[in-house]
């Protein structure tokens, strides 16, 4: 079965840091662009960062500088470090796994993660 897990979400204080993870299985996840999304109450999902297949990363404005995407092929596994973490971060977090990235738009999608909250408060 193709799917990926995300792991990693829960609460944290405002300038906080958090881990996130993203397994994959029934599929090579190194053959794939990774892309990190999140969804706000009420609002569209959107882009936060993608790498590629041969570790190429972009960022959304917003996260430059706090978030870092990398990629365990080992592992088979994504992640997502997010540091100086913000209460306006508060979201559920996706990962995706697509052909490539044009921008923070995830293109030819093979598959989406089910999502991990996210909550920064004090």
């Known amino acids: 079965q193709v799917q990926l897990v995300e792991s990693g979400g829960g609460l944290v204080q405002p300038g906080g840091s958090l881990s996130l993870s993203c397994a994959a299985s029934?599929?090579?996840?190194?053959?794939?662009?990774i892309g990190w999304f999140r969804q706000f109450p009420g609002k569209e999902r959107e882009g936060v960062s993608c790498?590629?297949?041969?570790?190429?990363?972009v960022y959304a404005d917003s996260v430059k500088g706090r978030f870092t995407i990398s990629r365990d092929n080992a592992k088979n596994t994504g992640l997502l470090q997010m540091n100086s973490l913000k209460p306006e971060d508060s979201a559920v977090y996706f990962c995706?796994?697509?052909?490539?990235?044009?921008?923070?738009?995830?293109?030819?999608?093979?598959?989406w993660g089910q999502g991990t909250p996210v909550t920064v408060s004090s």
């Open positions: 790498i590629s297949s041969s570790g190429s990363t």
């Open positions: 995706a796994a697509g052909a490539f990235c044009s921008g923070l738009v995830l293109k030819n999608l093979k598959v």
């Open positions: 029934g599929f090579t996840l190194d053959d794939y662009t």
